[in-house]
């Protein structure tokens, strides 16, 4: 069967198996017929519960077929195991077949069997205990309600004061000679050793005001009850010893911690800790990520005037005089170009205008120059032909064409205008 | 080499411990701190006698983007930083000397330097301005010595640089020494 698909019955968390199977095998003892009575597969268990859960929700008053319930259990436990099981939950009653429809084969569960279920899952969770718990508080109520009389409250109340005997005996027995790890594992089922005791002293006054006879029952009920409670006591202790010495906090249950955490003084759960070692607190502040906020926390600097300029020298402005040498510049490359275009609007220059490499550049770089100069209305293209003359003054040249573009002034722009100006009148 | 081993978890632990008496202790246990990627590094112990602190090797050092480290260690505030830099500032008055272990300033000093600096109710810790700056300023000295970036509190209330410090490698101090100016002055804003 996949581990995935076992309850929590049977699984370590809710019990160890074993132990649960031996706790099994005890419970069934008053009435087994022989050793080898119970199982010891702890798949029958889950096999009755999964054929118990089939029922549950199936909601048919009519029963479930062999076939149906097989179906159901499907999910929780391997077929061969269901088989295994079938026809002994049917020897004894567990299953029994429907009268009213024979010929089909159904079958109806025995809420017998549903109730032991639900007492085999407390007795895995929470033990023998939690009986004492239930029949105190039946007495009580039948108190409560004066549902019952002397003889049965007596009964009631030394079969409570037996139980607390017993299972003092057990813990007392457990205490001086059980391992450690059956400690750990019976203590889920001693939580409530002074609840018990609470719950004994109270249900004993109730049975001394209605019967003063049973005062003497309810007095050895409550020294057994406190048998029991120091019992557990002396159980708690022994486990807080052991756990104290070896440091092993796995007896603690996850409610226990809490409550330590919310009720225990600070020194006390510090001194859990007075020989562990801890790395010293950790800050990792390198002073680059430091400076990076500091500068972020900067304050803002006060806005300064800037300086007066000094006092010009006497004589023209030299920036005035740099703008006239630009202005001058570009009328000369702009009049050099309309002389290349002789008043058409484009002109191809495929040969050297000048009979010297030093003309040839001038004339070749002013056009460069003039194109890239956005106050000047041309554009030059280069050609990507190569003309070769080995005799020439010039041995080689590439063909350029000018144009002449239109040029828009959009601002006044007086540099622009001296040039549009300067070509007209030239 | 167990015992040199015991010795340098003694010193994680402890933080800074005295330096071992005989020099064949003291080299075992730099031989075993060079074994675990770590360096010593001299410090002064809280008494003001020689002691020693554990480093990274250099070039070992963990990054603060590590995701790891990030998990490990406390997230630096801004308010633990500006306080961090007005105590370099105040315990190191000259950045051509050595930043550690440097001098010891007042509280008063450091609070008036912190005062220059923008407020920080419009940065990210907007709390902090409902908090009270006094306490907050208490807090972050108190993260600071725990840190080990501030000694412990002496008794005369100064504040001295701690061990931390010393584990800034030279090129991380030659950049605070080249931006000393911006670190916060109690003489108010850049000198």
């Not at chain 1, 718990?133 to 009389?149: E, H, T």
């Not at chain 1, 002293?201 to 009850?225: C, H, N, W, Y």
């Not at chain 1, 500091?294 to 000094?310: F, G, I, S, W």
């Not at chain 1, 990507?384 to 010039?394: A, I, N, R, S």
Request: proline share 7%; hydrophobic share 45%; with cysteine.
């Amino acid at each position: 069967m996949p581990d995935e698909c076992q309850p929590d019955l049977l699984s370590s968390a809710a019990d160890d198996r074993d132990l649960f199977a031996g706790r099994l095998s005890a419970f069934v003892a008053p009435v087994a017929q022989d050793a080898g009575a119970i199982s010891k597969d702890p798949a029958a268990l889950l096999v009755a519960e999964a054929v118990h859960a089939a029922f549950g929700d199936a909601c048919s008053p009519d029963g479930l077929t062999r076939s149906e319930l097989a179906a159901a259990c499907a999910g929780a436990v391997a077929p061969q195991v269901f088989d295994s099981r079938f026809e002994l939950f049917v020897a004894l009653g567990m299953l029994q077949r429907s009268r009213d429809k024979l010929y089909d084969h159904k079958y109806v569960f025995n809420p017998a069997s549903s109730a032991a279920l639900l007492v085999y899952e407390r007795l895995s969770d929470v033990g023998g205990v939690q009986e004492i718990v239930m029949l105190l508080d039946r007495i009580r109520d039948a108190l409560r309600q004066g549902s019952a009389d002397q003889d049965s409250v007596e009964r009631m109340l030394t079969k409570v004061r037996r139980e607390l005997s017993i299972n003092a005996d057990h813990l007392l027995h457990l205490v001086r000679s059980g391992a450690f790890d059956q400690l750990i594992a019976e203590r889920r089922h001693h939580q409530a050793g002074d609840q018990l005791l609470e719950d004994a002293r109270e249900v004993v006054k109730l049975a001394a005001e209605r019967f003063p006879r049973l005062a003497r029952a309810g007095a050895m009920l409550i020294t057994d009850a406190l048998r029991y409670s120091a019992s557990v006591n002396e159980f708690v202790a022994r486990l807080f010893d052991r756990a104290q010495a070896t440091r092993d906090f796995s007896m603690l249950l996850p409610e226990q911690y809490r409550t330590a955490a919310l009720t225990s003084p600070l020194a006390s759960l510090a001194e859990v800790f007075t020989r562990v070692v801890f790395d010293p607190p950790c800050l990792v502040l390198p002073p680059e990520q430091l400076l990076a906020t500091v500068r972020e926390y900067q304050p803002a600097l006060a806005p300064n005037r800037p300086p007066r300029p000094a006092d010009l020298p006497p004589g023209p402005d030299p920036l005035e005089l740099v703008r006239e040498r630009a202005a001058t510049a570009r009328l000369r490359r702009w009049s050099a170009m309309q002389l290349l275009l002789q008043g058409g609007s484009e002109t191809d220059l495929s040969g050297p205008l000048r009979a010297s490499w030093r003309g040839t550049v001038d004339v070749i770089v002013n056009a460069l120059i003039a194109s890239a100069d956005p106050l000047i209305p041309i554009t030059v293209e280069l050609s990507d032909e190569l003309l070769v003359d080995p005799g020439g003054p010039v041995t080689y040249f590439t063909p350029i064409t000018i144009r002449r573009e239109a040029m828009v002034i959009t601002e006044v722009d007086p540099a622009a205008e001296s040039v549009v100006k300067g070509g007209r009148g030239a | 080499m167990p015992d040199a081993t015991y010795s340098l978890a003694r010193v994680r632990a402890l933080g800074v411990a005295h330096v071992p008496g005989d020099r064949g202790g003291l080299e075992s246990l730099r031989a075993a701190a060079d074994q675990a990627g770590r360096r010593l590094v001299d410090v002064l112990g809280p008494d003001g006698k020689p002691g020693i602190t554990l480093g990274w090797r250099i070039g070992d050092e963990p990054s603060v983007l590590d995701e790891p480290l990030s998990e490990i260690c406390r997230q630096v505030t801004v308010s633990v930083q500006l306080m961090l830099a007005a105590c370099l500032r105040c315990c190191w008055p000259d950045p051509a000397e050595p930043l550690y272990p440097g001098g010891a300033a007042t509280e008063a000093d450091v609070f008036r330097a912190l005062d220059g600096l923008r407020s920080q109710a419009s940065g990210p810790e907007h709390s902090e301005a409902g908090k009270g700056v006094h306490s907050s300023r208490k807090s972050a000295l108190r993260v600071l010595r725990a840190c080990a970036f501030l000694e412990p509190g002496a008794e005369d209330g100064r504040i001295r640089l701690g061990s931390a410090i010393a584990l800034w490698t030279p090129s991380e101090i030659a950049e605070l020494a080249r931006n000393y100016d911006l670190l916060p002055s109690p003489r108010g804003g850049a000198s």
